[in-house]
């Protein structure tokens, strides 16, 4: 084989790898798309569940860790970070989540925020 | 691993190299609103000591580079997921390089970068305690074939150069 079609090759079998990561996150998105509710977590433990309603009264609160704080807000059927006291702000800038199974991690506070449906999939995964 | 001076020399400079790379990348602002999705250059460093002198002395450079690292940017916080994707990286690429040649660095590229991600993302789930983490994986996937492709490849041109000037 030449050296073209060897680098061709590789290059169609990892463009095939990202169809397929491409595949698996938009069948996960259509299995869990249904009404919502969002986990905070902190250190693996849930400490809080919210209800994501599409028209729901926005709200703060602050959620105290041992590590540090951070803000979240719930509007819209969406629930984000918008203001943490770690270093690196990575969860305030991860904007809004709104879909199953995404998720807001603040890794320096071990608070991670995630987002479910009461699809079967959750059931069987143990989510 | 037999050490000379000029090998202890170059390894040196990578060393330092590798970590002004990195130092540098962390002041970058992220370019997509994904965490953990970063361009990984310091890696084109460990995969050119890879293929330069071997597996012993790739790891050489990568947990120096990881552990200094910590201490440069301060983020100790980021050490656990650092070196546990940094040792699935280079346990896959040392694999790997044992088939691929120089000209199929950038495969080898891709390959430590899935891994990177990977164990980053098992290392994520075993600390939080949450195993829906894992769905982040796809995301993370694509992001390191893109990245992976980019860092091999300039870890393969920058090498051929390298080998031209006959400094090696």
Not at chain 1, 2 to 20: D, M, P, Q, V
Not at chain 2, 43 to 70: D, K, W
Not at chain 2, 114 to 130: L, P
Request: with cysteine; proline share 4%.
């Amino acid at each position: 084989m030449s050296e073209f079609k060897k680098n061709a090759a590789w290059a169609a079998a990892f463009a095939g790898l990202i169809a397929l990561s491409a595949l698996v996150m938009l069948i996960h998105k259509a299995v869990n798309g249904e009404a919502k509710t969002a986990q905070i977590a902190l250190n693996g433990q849930i400490v809080r569940t919210v209800k994501l309603e599409a028209n729901c009264e926005p709200y703060e609160f602050t959620v105290d860790t041992p590590w540090g704080k951070n803000s979240i807000r719930v509007e819209n059927g969406r629930i984000g970070v918008v203001w943490a006291d770690c270093p690196d702000k990575l969860c305030a800038d991860r904007g809004f989540i709104d879909s199953a199974d995404e998720s807001i991690v603040c890794l320096p506070h071990k608070l991670v925020i995630t987002v479910s449906g009461s699809s079967s999939l959750d059931a069987v995964t143990g989510g | 691993m037999h050490m000379n001076t000029k090998k202890l020399t170059v390894m040196s400079l990578f060393l330092g190299l590798s970590l002004i790379i990195f130092i540098v990348e962390a002041q970058l602002p992220p370019i997509v609103p994904f965490p953990g999705v970063k361009p990984g250059l310091a890696n084109i460093v460990v995969l050119m000591t890879l293929y330069i002198y071997g597996r012993r002395e790739a790891l050489a450079v990568l947990v120096l580079r990881i552990v200094l690292g910590c201490v440069f940017t301060g983020n100790f916080a980021g050490f656990i997921y650092s070196i546990s994707g940094g040792a699935v990286s280079l346990t896959v690429m040392s694999m790997a390089a044992v088939f691929l040649k120089e000209n199929r660095m950038w495969v080898v590229s891709v390959m430590g970068a899935i891994g990177h991600n990977a164990g980053q993302i098992a290392a994520a789930v075993i600390v939080m305690r949450t195993p829906q983490i894992m769905w982040y994986l796809p995301v993370l996937v694509i992001s390191a074939v893109i990245t992976g492709a980019f860092t091999g490849t300039a870890a393969q041109l920058s090498l051929r150069r390298l080998r031209k000037t006959g400094i090696l």
